[in-house]
């Protein structure tokens, strides 16, 4: 008898083997890569441009998620926006999805035709040292300040993007991408450094360079003595980008 | 929307010139003008004014009178919520979705807990989803109340104001009815609801569909054919249908401009395909056209709420599923097994299977989207809002620019945004 339950209880913990948080897994629809539903627009896209489609999911049931190579992006854009068959107008979103561990970062653009009334999920994956890619600005106007804000949070560069600087965080922060899987909760700096700089912060802080450009040319007001800051140099680096200002230039100065 | 009837034209300006452009008037004795020819003026709306709904700050480069260029400044409200999000588990964010947009907090609530339940597979009961449309319909009118109220009040009429939060109060009221609280409601649970409707509540939701339309025909009397209200609104901050498309305009600001595009019926989700209501349509995609929608969205709105309560099933509100629904308190006392997943679903959260899911539904002010991604924990890798509000000011400086300045005011608030949702 006790032989029995010893080997009822050793059978119980192989059960158990593969259990455990973070392993337990819940059933549900999870992700197709094999066996996916057919959908119009990928089929159009793997005939046109063969290779640059990588590959095609299926998540949560019906939505389809197709991986395209960066290199290419902008123009299979163009093609599902332009396309009479495709026609996906509405953009509805643009955002970046960082998994840690150095993996590479995607950029996620959520389509939708309203005339087809089609979902379609682009996305591209880029490795956590080169994150650039074209802009989709161009195709669509709201792309803007998605992509500014997938810059803001992730460090993502858009190439040709006409006016990419922070916007959700302050243009002179300098702690990084807060949404990177390696950055911790609180920040990198301590809750005493962050105090520091943001009151050692001048009036310039608040505004664009282009706008204190105006300031300018209307002349008379001029900063007052003592405060001549340098403003970010900006002018000469690629497509107009901004990166995060220069930390050692502005760091010292609160002191 | 063909309903279009402006009995009042508005009076033509002396001062606006021939070419439409203003004409400047003499602000300094003649003889002494100084020369601001080419000149340009820059001035802050905000970040702390009346005007801009929150914490927005608008830098605006004045020729004269004439917005050359606006550029919103957000962020001031920013509080990290999607970061934030990444440390708890599925059902501890529900309370950050409805502190983002405090105006209609449940419609936030239910299009979470929807993303979630899509990611899982969860199929929630017939009576989750009746009640669920009730109280996002609640939710929009909710919303579109306070809307039409502080429009009111940029514009300069103040008794709009009062009328609409008289009818807010009852709202607030169901609120607190079913959830103990006022605005951060937190209704949701990925498989249901935090509890069933409070006796009465039906009762209390039929009388407020009974009697709201009052004071939506006083409201309307008020403005629809008022010759401020019009010479306010028509004609300013007009988008055409392609440039709203592409400037990702949702909601009544697309309508608005012709394109009938309403996740309620391309893409239904809780039975909408069942319900019988139309999308009110403008034709000029200008302020005036979005109040017209808007009023329009609140009548077919309770349409909606009045099937609603005809059709409420009975039945449990929650799935049958300990893996996400906690037991009740007495099974957790009297029964083992109930203790067990008590004990499961509070220590380890509730497990996703590893995807994502990017679940849009129909809020007050647009499309909004919940995108949710998963690894396989009880916690999301990504969890991300794409926020209806965030689009609709991103399309200001394209209204605005060339036109006063007091019409920057009238355009932002025709908008209908929330700051604690555009800076997250």
Redesign the interface.
Known sequence: MAKDNDTKFEAALKDLAGTG??K????????QTEAVDAHPSVDALKATFGDAVLRHEQ???D?H?VFVDPERLREIMAWLKDEPAQHY?????V?C????GGRPIQV?Y?LWS?EH?R?L?VKVELPVDALDVESVTPL???A??HEREAYD?FGVQFRNHPDLR?????ENYEEGY??RKD?P?RGRFSRAEQTRRALALDLED???PE?LE??E??GGTTPEPGAERALPETAGQPGGARSVPGSEAQAGEGE | MSTRTVEYTVSSNPEMGMDGRPVASPVFPVGMEPDFQGEHMLINIGPQHPATHGVLRLVLELDGETVVKCTPHIGYLHSSFEKLGEYRGWNQIIPLTDRMDYLAPLIYNVAYAAAVEKLMGIEITERCKVVRVMLMELDRIFSHLIWIGTTAIDIGAFTVFLWTFEERERIYNLHEALTGARITTSATRIGGMMADLPPGFTEAVQHFVDTLPKTLDEVDALLRNNNLWVGRNLDIGVISAEDAVNHGLTGPNLRASGVPYDVRKDRPYYDYETYDFDVPVGENGDCYDRYLVRMEEMRQSLRILQQTLDRLPDGPINVDNPRVILPSKTDCMSDMESMIHHFKVVMEGIPAPVGESWFGVESSKGELGMYVVSDGGSKPVRWRVRGPSFVNISTLPKLVEGHLVADVIATNASLDIVLGEIDR
């Open positions: 948080p973070g337990r897994q819940m059933p549900g629809p999870g992700v998540h949560a049931g939505e998620v107008d509405l953009l509805k979103d955002t999805v960082d998994y840690g996620v959520e309203i009334r979902q999920r669509w106007a709201t803007n300040w949070m922070r916007i959700l965080m302050p807060p949404l950055f909760l608040y505004y664009l706008e105006v300031k040319q209307k």
